[in-house]
């Protein structure tokens, strides 16, 4: 088991790591649209969603992983309603290979975010 960890994402606010590499899979953490810095990006659901698709690259490259070796994403959001705007930049970064995916409106996310998105993926 490996413990994959890039200044380019986010640092865990908690007792967790980014992701980890097990075998020749990587499990990331759930990203919210946390900047490197650690500071809350205030955007819309579109701003938010790219930059967890930004923080997810930064991991992913980090672990040897790309978008197009992601097999599983979860995304969890907070407002059902938004699904079709957070659907169109999903569709940005999975336009050709198209992984299986979960999506599920929850309570509350971390920080009151609008989206948190977790993958799984093959290290190349």
Same mark, same amino acid.
């Given at each position: 088991?490996?413990? $994959?960890?890039?200044? &380019?994402?986010? +640092?865990? *606010?908690?007792?967790?790591?980014? =992701?980890?590499?097990?075998?020749?899979? %990587?499990?990331? /953490?759930?990203? *919210?649209?946390?900047?490197?810095?650690?500071?809350?990006?205030? =955007?819309?659901?579109?701003?938010?969603?790219?930059? #967890? %698709?930004?923080?997810?690259?930064? !991991?992913?490259?980090?672990?040897?992983?790309?978008?197009?070796? $992601?097999?599983? &994403?979860?995304? %969890?959001? +907070?407002?059902?309603?938004?699904? =079709?705007? *957070?659907?169109? !930049?999903? =569709?940005?970064? %999975? /336009?050709?290979? +198209?992984?299986? @995916?979960?999506? !599920?409106?929850? &309570? @509350?996310?971390?920080?009151?975010?609008? #989206?948190?998105?977790? #993958?799984?993926?093959? !290290?190349?």
């Amino acid at each position: 088991m490996k413990v $994959v960890h890039t200044d &380019a994402a986010p +640092k865990a *606010i908690g007792p967790y790591s980014q =992701g980890i590499i097990v075998n020749n899979l %990587f499990y990331s /953490s759930g990203q *919210i649209p946390l900047l490197p810095s650690g500071e809350l990006l205030e =955007g819309d659901v579109k701003e938010q969603t790219h930059q #967890v %698709f930004k923080n997810l690259q930064a !991991v992913l490259e980090e672990a040897g992983a790309s978008f197009e070796t $992601v097999v599983k &994403a979860t995304v %969890f959001i +907070k407002d059902m309603n938004q699904f =079709g705007d *957070i659907n169109e !930049v999903y =569709g940005e970064y %999975f /336009s050709t290979h +198209k992984p299986a @995916r979960s999506c !599920v409106e929850v &309570a @509350r996310l971390p920080k009151d975010v609008l #989206v948190e998105i977790e #993958v799984i993926a093959l !290290v190349k």
